[in-house]
Antibody, heavy 117, light 107 residues
Framework: EVQVVESGGGLVQPGGSLRLSCAASGFTFTDYAMTWVRQAPGKGLEWVSAIRTDGSTKYAESVEGRFTISRDLSRNTLYLQMNSLTAEDTAVYYC???????????WGRGTLVTVSS | EIVLTQSPATLSLSPGERATLSCRASQNVGSSLAWYQQKPGQAPRLLIYDATNRATGIPARFSGSGSETDFTLTISSLEPEDFAVYYCQHRANWPLTFGGGTKVEIK
């Protein structure tokens, strides 16, 4: 089955760190760019970060310098390292596989990150 | 940053009616626009890409039109499962952005 499954969310204090994982299966992970998109409670979608097949990366301005996207090709896993977290980072974080160029055709169920003291 | 403005915020319609959703871009994005559907508690689903192309498995009642700055998603005859929130997204440049969404609710 073609799927991506996120994990690693949870409750973290302001200023803390968290690493999200996204396990991919059913497709050739190396052939696809991947992305993270988040959704704050009751709000719309916000693109967070992307990694191309060549490993180059892009970030939204709101997370630049605090978040790092990476991947482990041997484990077919995408990561998002999140540092210096604030309440504004509270959201469900979705991992998504690209469909064509920078559209998102396969999404996980998401993992909830809550930043609160 | 390209801002995508969706209207209306909420659309109240009955099953069988036609739904017309708008997405306006603050800059020319060519045809580099997609539409997604999201139901409560679920991840988004890609419906339309490159403004007019249906993604794999998407029913023909969904269609997209437009180019440059003005785009439309049309649902020709609403089915009960179509009541959801719809988002547009551009890929014309970085950062990628989404519109604020249009909720299609049952009247």
């Amino acid at each position: 089955e073609v799927q991506v499954v996120e994990s690693g969310g949870g409750l973290v204090q302001p200023g803390g760190s968290l690493r999200l994982s996204c396990a991919a299966s059913g497709f050739t992970f190396t052939d696809y760019a991947m992305t993270w998109v988040r959704q704050a409670p009751g709000k719309g979608l916000e693109w967070v970060s992307a990694i191309r097949t060549d490993g180059s990366t892009k970030y939204a301005e709101s997370v630049e310098g605090r978040f790092t996207i990476s991947r482990d090709l041997s484990r077919n896993t995408l990561y998002l390292q999140m540092n210096s977290l604030t309440a504004e980072d509270t959201a469900v974080y979705y991992c998504a596989k690209t469909y064509g160029i920078w559209y998102f055709g396969l999404w996980g169920r998401g993992t909830l990150v809550t930043v609160s003291s | 940053e390209i801002v995508l403005t969706q209207s209306p915020a909420t659309l109240s319609l009955s099953p069988g009616e036609r739904a017309t959703l708008s997405c306006r871009a603050s800059q020319n994005v060519g045809s580099s626009l997609a539409w997604y559907q999201q139901k409560p508690g679920q991840a988004p689903r890609l419906l339309i890409y490159d403004a007019t192309n249906r993604a794999t498995g998407i029913p023909a009642r969904f269609s997209g039109s437009g180019s440059e700055t003005d785009f439309t998603l049309t649902i020709s005859s609403l089915e009960p499962e179509d009541f959801a929130v719809y988002y547009c997204q551009h890929r014309a440049n970085w950062p990628l952005t989404f519109g604020g969404g249009t909720k299609v609710e049952i009247k």
